[in-house]
């Protein structure tokens, strides 16, 4: 598979930079895809530097980089620590992570993570997994999925979709995305269709795949593996995903609660590099529209901060 058809990662250079990469460092890209950061990353690395990327989707292994100062893991990134620890790693001096989906993920009609192609409603980054988005529309309750809409959908009309679901799932099994389309439809504006039916899956994909919680888990992992001084990038698409790595990085917490020590300093293992959000330009939005709602935040750990 090749890198342009599987995912044009959005504000690449942006990211590198963010990075500041030391030829002999060492790095951790936690969403490998298509590897386009990756790439970036290896070029940058001199002979002493080592890369290790994560993903837990088997597919981005035929993108793995044939390079000795590459390791491919495949895992989710919420093991972190756990797989650091295995190869004997004590630090590292940069952690990237693009949280979007790859192109390849949309344009796979048959994994279901986009409305434009009918296929099984699946949407699971790691296939191994038991619980897939026909799953969570056929057993999670008018309330969780009205939650679930509305929380990561951003979606006016939640409830009254959640309850439409329940309705006629009542008579058959929903199991395709061309079934959801349909039940969803009669409550999108026609103007807002393909927006508000992207937001419909938006918000089932984060549940399938517990995106939230994984990215919590790897917020808090990044202050115990980055050495002083190492960079956090993360590249979020979704504004909850944002107000949680603002937070963390601005309070060292995920609600944004600001602790002062006795001298009314704030007790922030980070430090943010940029204060004011990185977006992409509008030459790139022309180029690659995905990246419309990309948004940039890269860290630093301060000194003495590391666990």
Not at 257 to 268: I, L, P, T
Request: aromatic share 8%.
């Amino acid at each position: 598979m090749s890198e342009s058809v599987y995912h044009i990662p959005a504000l690449l250079g942006e990211c590198i930079e963010g990075l500041r990469i030391r030829p002999d460092g060492t790095y951790v890209d936690v969403t490998f895809g298509g590897g386009g950061h990756s790439r970036a990353i290896i070029e940058a690395l001199g002979s002493q530097g080592h890369l290790y990327s994560f993903d837990q989707d088997l597919d981005a292994y035929a993108n793995r980089i044939d390079d000795p100062r590459f390791t491919f893991v495949h895992s989710n990134f919420s093991f972190l620590c756990n797989f650091m620890r295995f190869h004997g790693v004590t630090g590292v001096d940069g952690i990237i992570a693009d949280l979007g989906v790859s192109f390849h993920h949309f344009d796979e009609g048959e994994r279901g993570f986009s409305f434009r192609a009918d296929g099984r409603l699946d949407m699971r980054m790691n296939r191994d997994a038991h619980r897939d988005a026909a799953w969570v529309v056929a057993n999670y309750t008018e309330e969780q999925l009205a939650d679930v809409l509305y929380l990561y959908g951003e979606l006016r009309q939640a409830r009254r979709m959640a309850a439409a679901i329940v309705k006629a799932r009542g008579n058959e099994p929903i199991v395709s995305t061309a079934q959801l389309v349909d039940v969803v439809k009669p409550f999108i504006a026609p103007k807002a269709e393909k927006k508000e039916l992207a937001q419909v899956f938006q918000a089932l994909r984060i549940e399938v795949n517990d995106e939230i919680s994984t990215l919590k888990k790897l917020l808090q992992s990044s202050l115990k593996v980055l050495r002083p001084g190492g960079r956090l990038v993360v590249l979020t698409y979704h504004s909850l995903e944002d107000r949680l790595v603002k937070n963390f990085i601005k309070t060292g917490n995920m609600e944004g609660k600001v602790e002062k020590d006795f001298y009314g300093r704030v007790n922030a293992p980070l430090r943010a590099v940029n204060n004011k959000v990185i977006v992409a330009s509008a030459e790139e939005v022309e180029r690659n529209p995905r990246s419309r709602s990309a948004k940039l935040r890269i860290a630093e750990l301060r000194d003495g901060q590391s666990h």
